[in-house]
């Protein structure tokens, strides 16, 4: 397996494959984070390259990543580490201001890119229209999620949005199953599972009308006293605008409730044979049969990828969905 860098600086493109250090990382995920590309070259003299410049990887001939330099880390040896982006580095980090009505998902993330001046690839037509909403000072890429979130409990569909070699693509989960397998007989060499209540979960919730200290007041609260009884109270405190009903407030709270309300669990699987077509938002069939209390004998989604090339090899780590 072969690898190629190369790096645009003012009109000129450098391949830098000659002068990069073992140790290529590609990092792409569905979590709505940007793709990530980190490398190390020696300084030589002829490479030259600043942050902002344009990066493309390829793969025995095939383009796997587009983004831009950001970082650049040097020592003493002449040795840069750089870490490049895609372009939802971009999404994430600039906030503007969008009112729009009777929009399907895909129209949104769509209308967003064009102001963004960000090229589009490949974008499945989610169907469900967005009534109306209005985003006010928020990422663009929270934009686009907020439109994604909303089609998924309208129609029960998944989308991902994620950035495919250069263009920003829209896809549906059911579109991206392969027919890859994962097993611990070979496939897998590696996997470490992990639960967890100390971050991300909650079993209360207390939602308070936002106004004037004076006149603040609570405005709903609701709680599983099963999960509270089992973990202690974990309480999801908020404040909401005052122009919520509460039959709202209460149809936020559930929904807070039905999405923290539960024991977080990672599974991160390694292997030391990689395969770059096994990438963030395809499901293969993953079977560990002693996992912990639950066991995986399933199609399995992959949330975010990280593939190495080092040493003239191709390892990877996937991190994957635990579902029940």
Not at 46 to 51: D, H, M
Not at 241 to 258: R, Y
Request: charged share 25%.
């Amino acid at each position: 397996m072969e690898f190629r860098i190369l790096i645009a600086h003012n009109g000129t493109v450098y391949d830098a494959t000659p002068v990069t250090l073992e140790g290529v990382e590609l990092v792409q995920s569905i979590r709505m984070e940007a793709g990530c590309l980190r490398f190390s070259v020696v300084r030589d003299g002829i490479l030259n390259f600043v942050e902002g410049d344009k990066v493309q990887f390829y793969v025995d001939g095939l383009l796997r990543f587009a983004g831009w330099v950001m970082t650049k880390e040097r020592t003493s040896a002449q040795i840069i580490a750089v870490t490049a982006y895609d372009m939802l580095f971009y999404l994430a980090k600039n906030k503007d201001t969008y009112v729009y009505w009777d929009k399907t998902a895909t129209e949104v993330a769509k209308m967003i890119a064009a102001g963004a001046g960000l090229p589009v690839g490949t974008m499945t037509d989610t169907g469900w229209k967005i009534p109306q909403r209005i985003e006010e000072g928020q990422t663009l890429l929270d934009m686009i999620q907020s439109a994604l979130d909303l089609t998924e409990k309208a129609t029960g569909k998944e989308y991902f949005f994620f950035d495919g070699g250069g263009r920003l693509m829209l896809r549906e989960r059911q579109e991206l199953v392969t027919n890859g397998v994962l097993r611990c007989d070979g496939g897998i060499s590696d996997y470490w599972y992990r639960t967890d209540i100390s971050k991300d979960t909650c079993n209360a919730v207390k939602l308070y009308q936002a106004g004037r200290k004076e006149t603040e007041h609570l405005a709903f609260q609701a709680e599983n006293a099963e999960k509270v009884g089992t973990w202690g109270k974990l309480q999801y405190y908020a404040h909401v605008p005052f122009t919520l009903t509460e039959a709202q407030l209460k149809e936020m709270a559930e929904s807070v409730l039905q999405e923290k309300c539960r024991v977080v669990k990672e599974l991160t699987v390694e292997n030391i044979n990689g395969d770059l077509f096994l990438t963030a938002g395809q499901s293969v069939y993953l079977e560990i049969p002693d996992l912990a209390e639950i066991g995986i004998a399933k199609m399995s989604l992959i949330e975010k990828s990280i593939h190495i090339f080092k040493d003239g090899e191709h390892k990877m780590k996937l991190e994957m969905r635990v579902e029940e």
